[in-house]
């Protein structure tokens, strides 16, 4: 099982704001488990932190800003960007001011900043959110999309489409997260010449120049208006006549500003506030209908904050009936667990299949049948004990029994038909013999029963 991760220790950046232009050092540190991505003003009285999730999202114009109680700090996704495709869990980020530095318009520096204090793996089990079935999320009035399909990894495909001669339509792909340092990290942000009056007018990119932005100059001015444009942003005077991408830099890749609106999108995603194993398809996104996604993708996440196990009734069983027979004591009509197919070091999912034939039913009830609770119960502790035993020397010569059972609670009838898929981890691990257990049972994606027990491993006397 993957497990969470976060920073081996600290690092520091420093740079002008994109919209502030004034100096900036952020500085990015260790968090424990179940953290997630917290940022803090350290240049308030109060400290004040700020969860970044989509929820605290307040602007989205040109760049992502997250606020709380009044205070804001924007420019983040770089950032985040860089951490989620690290697989960095866990991060406090310290900010002296109301923006990250922009520093060259990419997520290149914050990469290899990650890449010098290196990476620790904590205790705790990664937390993916897996897409099961398509989500998708439409603007109609900007032809905006985001689809997200199943799959086994997370990898987005996206297509940018300007009304521009010099920039029409690109795409980008990423099919593996490793790859983000060497074919999205590096690709820088962008801007065209016609918006760059409105926004200095908007009181933003006060800190823009050709060193952190790509520009583009695809709709001709008069040489008048293009050298007064000049002389705001403090850059040579050019030849208006000549149209296409202005930057002291050249570009990294012919699609460069496809890579960045795809580097953006990760650092969206990363405010959902779990991993995902999907496939994300945008076409037109911007940081609105990311962060609109996003929000959407945390609903869909509380809605099944436990996910049912993924169950694929052709692939082989880690352990079959006669294994099971092998390790438990139990045998019909009592043996309710049919087959294990997955197992980690703190956790395990077994199957049971049930039909009308099995003995309880007679009489419960003869004319609705219906699984007992407590069966239901019982069979989970099967699959609890088949965890326990797994772990120990000669498990045969040892049993568990129940010693406390809480927090139960049935959600859903079981009856002849349905395919039980239980899902136990240990809540902590096994002392002198004791181990507690939390345990869910599914039918399809649905929770039908869920609880919490202790048990004891006992050596057989024979």
Not at 186 to 207: D, H, M, Q, Y
Request: charged fraction near 25%; include cysteine.
């Amino acid at each position: 099982m993957l497990k969470q991760q976060t920073l081996k220790g600290s690092f520091t950046l420093n740079g002008k704001g994109l919209h502030t232009g004034v100096r900036l050092t952020v500085t990015f540190n260790p968090a424990p488990e179940h953290h997630g991505y917290k940022i803090q003003r350290i240049d308030l009285d109060d400290q004040p932190i700020i969860d970044a999730v989509a929820e605290n999202v307040v602007d989205t114009q040109r760049g992502t800003v997250l606020a709380k109680n009044g205070v804001k700090v924007s420019t983040v996704e770089h950032a985040l960007a860089a951490l989620y495709a690290a697989g960095i869990d866990n991060c406090l980020i310290q900010v002296n001011g109301p923006e990250f530095p922009i520093l060259d318009g990419s997520a290149k520096f914050y990469v290899e900043g990650i890449g010098r204090v290196g990476i620790e793996e904590q205790n705790a089990p990664k937390d993916f959110y897996i897409i099961k079935s398509k989500i998708e999320f439409r603007d109609e009035k900007t032809g905006s999309s985001i689809l997200v399909l199943p799959d086994e990894n997370f990898s987005i495909n996206t297509l940018i489409s300007y009304n521009s001669q010099i920039l029409d339509n690109q795409y980008a792909t990423l099919e593996n997260m490793e790859d983000f340092p060497k074919e999205i990290a590096s690709a820088r942000t962008f801007v065209f010449v016609r918006e760059i009056e409105p926004l200095l007018n908007a009181g933003l990119i006060k800190g823009g120049d050709l060193d952190n932005a790509i520009v583009i100059y695809e709709k001709p001015m008069t040489q008048e208006s293009f050298d007064k444009l000049a002389d705001v942003m403090g850059v040579p005077h050019m030849d208006a006549s000549h149209l296409g991408y202005i930057n002291h830099v050249p570009l990294v890749w012919p699609n460069e500003p496809a890579r960045h609106k795809l580097l953006d999108i990760i650092g969206d995603m990363a405010l959902i506030g779990k991993p995902i194993k999907g496939r994300i398809i945008a076409t037109r996104p911007g940081h609105t209908i990311n962060n609109k996604f996003a929000r959407q993708m945390r609903k869909e996440i509380r809605l099944h904050e436990i996910q049912a196990p993924t169950y694929n009734c052709t692939e082989a069983p880690i352990m079959d009936v006669n294994r099971i027979r092998e390790l438990l004591p139990h045998r019909y009509p009592f043996q309710l667990v049919d087959k294990v197919i997955e197992i980690g070091a703190n956790y395990i999912v077994g199957v049971k299949n049930v039909t009308s034939n099995e003995p309880f039913f007679q009489g419960h009830f003869p004319t609705e049948p219906v699984m007992p609770g407590v069966l239901q119960i019982e069979a989970m502790a099967q699959v609890g004990g088949l965890l326990v035993l797994n772990s120990i020397e000669e498990p045969e010569k040892y049993s568990t029994y129940f010693l406390k059972i809480d927090g139960v609670k049935f959600r859903q009838k079981v009856v002849p038909g349905d395919t039980l898929l239980f899902r136990v981890e240990l809540m902590a691990p096994i002392r002198r013999g004791i181990s507690t257990m939390k345990g869910y049972v599914f039918v399809g994606e649905k929770i039908v029963c869920e609880a919490e027990f202790m048990a004891q491993i006992v050596k057989n006397k024979q």
